[in-house]
């Protein structure tokens, strides 16, 4: 089967269940910015090693199951795919609250860099608020009320993240970098 079918040219697509929409739909910014993530992190975990790695490729894994849910609203598609859980939440802040444990309290806004892994994982927490976001608008437009946890786990993942580049300074003996405001 080609890649290509041209179908697409016009500006319009199908979802995983055959519903057709415009690629400039809100659910379609959703489900890019979702697989954008997906594809953001695991160009993060081609930079880092184990055990951090592992959690990153389980997180991939759910923001695949977030993204068929979005792009179908087939029950027949989805199978026994379940949306995202409170189990799922507690697991990153778990991650979160280990990385804690870890690293210095912050004491001043930090400048994302100082080391190319480090950079690659703050634009990867910048484009998991933006997925967030994408999320946001199409649930509020749409009026999906079975979201709001997947929004949560988007909005804790971003806070993961942010810990990770904090650990990665930690680990890579590389010194956090402190936002001067001039003043």
Known sequence: MAIYTKNGDGGFTRLADGKGLSKSDVRMDAIGDIDELNCHIGALV????????????????????????????????????????????????????????KIAPMRFFILPGGHPTIAAA?????????????????VQVEEKEDYATAIAYLNRLSDYLFMMCRYLHHSLGIPEIPWNSGK
């Open 122 to 138: 703050q634009i990867t927490r910048t484009v998991c608020r933006r997925a967030e976001r994408s999320l946001i608008r199409w």
């Open 46 to 101: 081609c930079q880092i090693e184990a055990p951090l790695a592992e959690k990153l490729q389980s997180i991939q894994s759910s923001l695949f199951v977030l993204g068929a849910h979005v792009a179908s609203d087939s029950k027949e598609y989805l199978g026994n795919m379940k949306l995202i859980s409170l189990h799922d939440i507690v697991a990153i802040e778990e991650m979160i609250d280990e990385i804690d444990g």
